[in-house]
C-alpha cells in the first residue's frame, strides 16, 4: 500500500491510499486534476472518497469528486456541498469501500468531524485523525497513525507576539492539535503493532517539521515522518511481510 499526499496544510488537504488495483482518498480539499496526475489519470481505481467536514481545506472540491466517484461524508458535508452521489455516514457504523473497511468516529471541532480506523489486507489498520485539538478514543492493532501535530504553544505564542491576532490563536488552540498533546494522544495508544506515524496538517507559521518528527520520534520509539506535498510512504501490512 502506497500513501501518497496531494496536500497537507490549510492550503487543501488529500491523501490518497494506493494498493495497486483500487484506492481510496481521504479528505477532498485538492483540485481532482492534482489527484489524477497522481494516479497516472487511471481514475477507474479510485473506490471513493472519505472526506471528515465541510471545511473548505477538507471538502472544498467534493462536488468534483462527487460528480466522478461516491463521497462518503457526514449530512453536514452533504448538505453543505450539494453532494448529489454522496452516502451519508455516522459515527460507529462500519462500511466498507472496495477492499477498504472503514469505521468513523466522532472528533472534537468547530463543526462535527470525523476520524477514520481503515483496515485493508495490504496494509492492516490505519488510524486518520485530523482538526481535533484531543481524542477520547483508545485504538488497538493499528499499524499505522496520520494525525494532525498543527502547532506547538511556545511558536503558536510567538505568532501573537508577531502580530497574529489572539483570537485566531484561540481559535487554533480550540480546534487543532498541539504538540504536546499528539504525543499525549500517541503514547496512550497501543503502539506495539505501530509501523509509521506520519504527522499532517501542520501550521506554516506555527510548527516545525524537523523538530515535531524528532520529538514524537524519542517520545513514542517510532519511525516518525511529516507529511508533505507529493511525497509518498510505503504503508506495509506487517504480517503479510512475515508470511503470517
Known amino acids: 500500500m502506497t500513501l501518497t499526499v496531494t496536500g497537507s496544510g490549510s492550503s487543501g488537504n488529500g491523501y490518497i491510499l494506493d494498493a495497486g488495483d483500487e484506492c481510496l482518498i481521504l479528505e477532498a480539499g485538492i483540485r481532482l486534476d492534482r489527484v489524477k496526475q497522481a494516479l497516472n489519470f487511471n481514475v477507474r481505481k479510485i473506490a471513493g472518497v472519505l472526506v471528515s467536514h465541510v471545511h473548505g481545506d477538507h471538502a472544498g472540491r467534493a462536488a468534483e469528486y462527487?460528480?466522478?466517484?461516491?463521497?462518503?461524508?457526514?449530512?453536514?458535508?452533504?448538505?453543505?456541498?450539494?453532494?448529489?452521489?454522496?452516502?451519508?455516514?455516522?459515527?460507529?457504523?462500519?462500511?466498507?469501500?472496495?477492499?477498504f473497511r472503514v469505521m468513523p468516529f466522532d472528533v472534537e471541532h468547530d463543526v462535527p468531524c470525523l476520524g477514520f480506523f481503515i483496515h485493508h489486507p495490504r496494509m492492516g489498520n490505519l488510524l486518520f485523525l485530523t482538526d481535533s485539538p484531543t481524542c477520547d478514543y483508545r485504538f488497538k492493532n493499528a499499524n499505522h497513525i496520520l494525525i494532525e501535530c498543527n502547532y506547538s504553544r511556545d511558536l503558536l505564542e510567538q505568532s501573537v507576539e508577531n502580530g497574529l491576532h489572539p483570537f485566531v490563536a484561540?481559535?487554533?488552540?480550540?480546534?487543532?492539535?498541539?504538540?504536546n498533546t499528539c504525543r499525549d494522544i500517541l503514547l496512550e495508544q497501543d503502539l506495539s503493532r505501530v509501523y509509521s506515524i506520519i504527522l499532517i496538517h501542520l501550521s506554516g507559521n506555527n510548527s516545525d517539521g524537523n523538530e515535531f518528527a524528532d520529538r514524537l520520534r524519542s517520545a513514542t520509539g517510532k519511525p516518525v515522518a511529516v507529511a508533505g506535498n507529493g511525497l509518498e510512504f510505503d504503508l506495509y501490512n506487517p504480517r503479510l511481510m512475515a508470511g503470517a
Open 66 to 99: 462527487d460528480a466522478l466517484t461516491t463521497v462518503y461524508a457526514g449530512a453536514g458535508v452533504i448538505g453543505a456541498k450539494k453532494l448529489k452521489r454522496a452516502v451519508e455516514i455516522t459515527p460507529g457504523t462500519k462500511f466498507t469501500v472496495g477492499g
Open 170 to 179: 484561540q481559535r487554533v488552540t480550540q480546534s487543532h492539535m498541539e504538540l
